[in-house]
C-alpha cells in the first residue's frame, strides 16, 4: 500500500485484463500515467484508468490506496505531479479557474457522508446547485427538487433538516442534490459504507437506474466488493499506487492473480499487507518482559 | 528555550502570517461577488450581531454603571462631579464601547464562526460547495467577514448608549449627580470627531476580529481537536490585536 510506503507487486501483463477499447470521443475522463505525492509519499505511481460514457466503472482497491484522491484529482481540486488527467477530454491542471467550475458542473458527486449543507433543510440542499446556477422561478425549482426527491424517495423529507435524518437518508438526499443538475458523470465516493441493508439495496439499485434511465456515466469508488460486482460494467483494482488489475467484475472474480485474490477474497494474508510495519513480535514482548 | 525551538515558534508565526495575509486578499476579492447576495450578508449580521446583542447590552450596562460609581467618587474628590457626564461619555465612545465590544464580539461571535466554518470544513460540506462549482469563500467566508464588519459599530454604538444610561443611572439617579449638568456638560464636550473615532476603531476591529475567526475556521485542521484549536486560537489572536490596534489607533488620532 501507498500509504506504508511499500509498493504491492505489480502483475504481469498476463494477468492484468485491458480494458476494452473504445473510440476516443466515447471517454469521458481518462486517467494518464498519474503520479501524486502527499508530504512526499507517494499515493499513485502511474496509475491509469479509463472511463468510458454511459457505463458504470468500479474503481476498488484497500483503505488508504488513494481512491478518494482520485475523485480529487478528476474534480480539479488536487492536481497531478506527473501525468494527465483528462475530463471531458481537456487535462484539469491546464483549465482556468472558470474551466474547472463548467467541467465540475457537468459532474455529480456523492460524498461518503453526504456532506450536506447543516443550516438549510432538504429541499433547500437540492435547491442548492439550481439556485446557484440558474435564474429558473421558484414554482420550476419546487416541481424539479420535488422530481428528484422523489426519484430517492424522500419527498416526503423535503421539510427535514439535515440532523434529522438517517445516514442512509443523508446519502439518498445528496443523490437527488448530485443528481438536480442532470449531471453528465456522477462520482460516489464510497456510497456503501455504514449502510443498512435496506438502503445499501435503495442506494444499489439508484445507482443503476441512473446509469440505465438517464445514460449518467458513473465512477464507483468503493471498497465493497461484492456490491460493486452487482452493478459495474468495468473494474480497476488499485494497490501500491497503480492499477493492479482492470476488467468486469466477473473476470476480476475468478482472477488466479495474487494481490485480486487476496482482495476479492478478503484475506489477510498475501501481497497486500494487513499489518503496518512493525518489529518481530516475539522479540519485542520479550524485550520488554526482560526490561 | 532552546534555539532551533525559538526558530521554530518564530517561522511559524511567520508562515500564520504569510496564510493570514494571503487569505485576507482572497477574501477581499471574494466579497465583491458576495455582495451579489445581500440576503447571506443580512442572515450573518444577524448571525454575528443579532445573537450578541444580550450580551453587549449586558456588558455595557454594567460598564456604564461602574463608570457611573467610580467617577462620581474620584470627580467629587475635585469637585468635579459635574464632569461625570462628559468622562462616561468620553470613555464609552472612545476606549471602551469599541474594544469592549470587540473583545466580547471575539468570544461570542468570533469562536461561533470558527467553529462553524471549521466544521463546515470537516464535514466536506466546504468541498461538497467546490465540487458543485459554488466557490465557498464567497458563499461562505465573505458574507460572514462583511456580517462581521458590519455588526461590530451597530453593537459598539449600542454598548455605548446602554453604557451611558448605566452612568447616567449610577451617577444621576442614585448618587444624586444634577441630571441636567450631566447631560449639558456632555454634549458641549463631546464632539463628532468623538463618536467617528469609535466608529473607526470598531469598524477595524470588525475586520481584524472576523478577519481571524473566517480565516481560522477555513484553515482548521479538519477534526474535532483541530477545530477546538482553532476556536481557542481565534479568542487569542482576536483580542491580543484588538488591544494592539487600540493602541496603533489612539496614538494615530492623538
Known sequence: MSGSGTEAPRMSGSEIQDAPS??????????????????????FAGLDICVRRGLITAVMGPSGTGKTTLLRLITGQLFADRGQVLVFGRDIATLSGSEIYAARKRMGMLFQNGALLTDISVFDNVAFPVREHTDLPESVIRKLVLTKLEAVGLRGAADLMPAELSGGMARRVA???????????????????????????????????????LGITSVVVSHDVQELATIADQSYLL????????????????????????????????????????????????????? | MSNGVRRGAALEGVRRFGV?????????????PA???????????????????????????????????????????????????????????????????????????????????????????????????????????????????????????????????????????????DRGTFWSQMQSAVGMHDVTEGIVKSLVFGVVVSLIAVNEGYQSEPTAEGVGLATTRTVVAASVLTLLFDYVLTAAVM
Not at chain 2, 493570514?20 to 465583491?32: D, K, P, W
Not at chain 2, 455595557?60 to 461625570?84: H, Y
Open chain 2, 20 to 32: 493570514t495575509s494571503i487569505f485576507f486578499v482572497r477574501l477581499l476579492a471574494a466579497c465583491l
Open chain 1, 22 to 43: 473504445a473510440p476516443a470521443d466515447d471517454v469521458v475522463i481518462d486517467v494518464r500515467d498519474v503520479h501524486y505525492a502527499i508530504d512526499g509519499r507517494p499515493i
Open chain 2, 35 to 177: 455582495l451579489a447576495r445581500p440576503r447571506l450578508i443580512v442572515a450573518q449580521i444577524f448571525n454575528a450581531g443579532g445573537r450578541s446583542l444580550i450580551i453587549i447590552m449586558l456588558s455595557g450596562l454594567f460598564t456604564g454603571m461602574v463608570l457611573g460609581l467610580l467617577g462620581q467618587s474620584v470627580l467629587e474628590r475635585f469637585g468635579a462631579e459635574t464632569a461625570l457626564g462628559t468622562l462616561a461619555a468620553l470613555a464609552l465612545l472612545k476606549e471602551l464601547g469599541p474594544v469592549l465590544t470587540a473583545l466580547l464580539f471575539a468570544g461570542r461571535a468570533g469562536t461561533a464562526l470558527t467553529s462553524e466554518i471549521g466544521l463546515m470544513r470537516a464535514t466536506d460540506q466546504l468541498t461538497a460547495m467546490e465540487v458543485m462549482a459554488v466557490d465557498p469563500m464567497s458563499y461562505v467566508a465573505a458574507p460572514r467577514f462583511l456580517g462581521g464588519i458590519i455588526a461590530m459599530p451597530l453593537l459598539a454604538a449600542i454598548f455605548d448608549v446602554i453604557g451611558l444610561y448605566g452612568a447616567q443611572l449610577i451617577g444621576v439617579q442614585l448618587l444624586g449627580v
Open chain 1, 175 to 213: 443523490l437527488a442534490r448530485a443528481i438536480v443538475m442532470d449531471p453528465e458523470v456522477l462520482l460516489y465516493d464510497e456510497p456503501f459504507v455504514g449502510l443498512d441493508p435496506i438502503s445499501l439495496g435503495v442506494i444499489l439499485r439508484l445507482i443503476k437506474h441512473m446509469n440505465q434511465a
Open chain 1, 239 to 291: 494497490s501500491g499506487g497503480c492499477v493492479v488489475a482492470s476488467g468486469t467484475p466477473r473476470e476480476l472474480a475468478s482472477s488466479d492473480a495474487e494481490t485480486v485474490h487476496q482482495f476479492m477474497t478478503g484475506s489477510a494474508e498475501g501481497p497486500v499487507k494487513f499489518h503496518y510495519p512493525a518489529p518481530d513480535y516475539a522479540s519485542q514482548l520479550l524485550g520488554e518482559q526482560e526490561q
